[in-house]
Structures are given as structure tokens and as C-alpha cells.
């Protein structure tokens, strides 16, 4: 855990040692990220959390200082999980590894459930959305970094802006998971897939790509 993220969460009453004491923890953990979802985080209270896990209001507070408190340890380990995937562009078939990363990405993010509960969060928590941009900023970096190595090896088109187009990579599969939603099949991450290969590659090189990995 970062520094930033260690001061998001902040310091817990106590952390559990003991088995029993653990379970009770990790139901607060799962009762709030179940309510989150089903409620939002406003609607949702620390007595009703307790009461979904089936323990008293004051166990809730032995272990957490309140319920944005233990969204953050929901989120502390899995907040690089809630943004867009890297891709490889240099091995392979560049739409089908594409496609398979954004399908993959789309079940842990349904998995969780906890990117529907961000929205309501990120206009109001100033340092929750600080630490979601610096994430962002990884993400694009590793990108940006795969983008280069396709460059340098003349695989993409030759007037790109490269740190815009992996700006640009990053908001498409963003927005394709928001608007295609939980229900989605695998034609549509394919179809996802060839609007950003297409971005990223001449049409001869694509081509190319996609026969010597059918060979």
C-alpha cells in the first residue's frame, strides 16, 4: 500500500488477530461492498452494514472509523483492477489478445461491483480522486510504453501522437465498458477491440499481423 493510499484509509481502531475476529471483519468488508452496490454509498449506513453481517452497530466501529473508511479498504488493493487494461501490441494477434484483456477486465470489474459506486464518490472525496488520477497515470504510462516499443519497431502508423493515443485508448475502453454494461458478449469486446487496433496500426500491418498469426 502507498503512502497516499495508507492516508486515505487511515488508521484502523483495531486490526483483528484472531480467526473470529477476522471473519467478522471481512462480513463488514462484504456487507458494505454488497450495499454500496445495491444503495450507493449515501443511501447506505454503518448500523445497516452491521445488520447485513449480522453483527452490532458497535462491532462495526471496533474495526472501521466509519463506512468511508471501509469503502477505502475495499478499494486500497484493488484500485489498478477498476481502470483499463495493457495491452501487448507487439505479440500475437493484436485484436484478439485486445478483446480477450477487455472481457477479462469487464468480469473482475462486475466481480467487484465497486466501479458503479465511484461516480457518486469522485466529485465529493477530493483524495480519493487524487489517488484514482495517479493510477490513471501508471496505467497510461505502461501504455504508452507498449505503444513506443509497436513504434519503434514500425508496426504503427507513423504520425502518431503517441501519449494522446494511449489517452485515447484508456477513455474508449472505459467508456465501452460503461456503455455496454454487465451483459455484454464476446463480439462486443471484439468489435471494441478493432476501433482501437485500427487507431493504432495501418491497414497493411494490421493485415499482416492478423495472417502470420494464423499460420
Known amino acids: 500500500m502507498t503512502e497516499r493510499e495508507d492516508l486515505l484509509v487511515g488508521e484502523y481502531p483495531i486490526l483483528p488477530k484472531q480467526e473470529r475476529a477476522q471473519q467478522k471483519r471481512n462480513a463488514l468488508l462484504e456487507s458494505g461492498r454488497i450495499l454500496f452496490i445495491e444503495k450507493g454509498y449515501e443511501q447506505t449506513t454503518a448500523k445497516e452494514i452491521a445488520a447485513r453481517a449480522g453483527v452490532a452497530t458497535g462491532t462495526f466501529y471496533r474495526y472501521f472509523s466509519d463506512k468511508r473508511q471501509l469503502l477505502m479498504s475495499l478499494l486500497e488493493d484493488k484500485i489498478d483492477e477498476l481502470l483499463p487494461p495493457e495491452p501487448n501490441w507487439t505479440t500475437g494477434n493484436p485484436e ?13 470489474l462486475n466481480g467487484m461491483g465497486l466501479h458503479r459506486v465511484l461516480p457518486e464518490l469522485l466529485h465529493k472525496d477530493s483524495e480519493l480522486a487524487e489517488v484514482l488520477k495517479e493510477a490513471r497515470k501508471k496505467i497510461h504510462s505502461r501504455i504508452l510504453t507498449g505503444l513506443k516499443r509497436a513504434y519503434d519497431l514500425g508496426l504503427t502508423w507513423k504520425d502518431l501522437d503517441l501519449e494522446k493515443v494511449a489517452w485515447s485508448i484508456m477513455v474508449l475502453a472505459e467508456s465501452g465498458n460503461t456503455e455496454m454494461g454487465e451483459h455484454c458478449k464476446k463480439e462486443d469486446f471484439f468489435g471494441l477491440a478493432k476501433v482501437i487496433c485500427r487507431i493504432v496500426f495501418p491497414p497493411d500491418v494490421l493485415k499482416k499481423l492478423l495472417i502470420e498469426n494464423e499460420e
Open 96 to 108: 484478439l489478445l485486445l478483446a480477450s484483456l477487455l472481457e477479462s477486465h469487464m468480469k473482475r
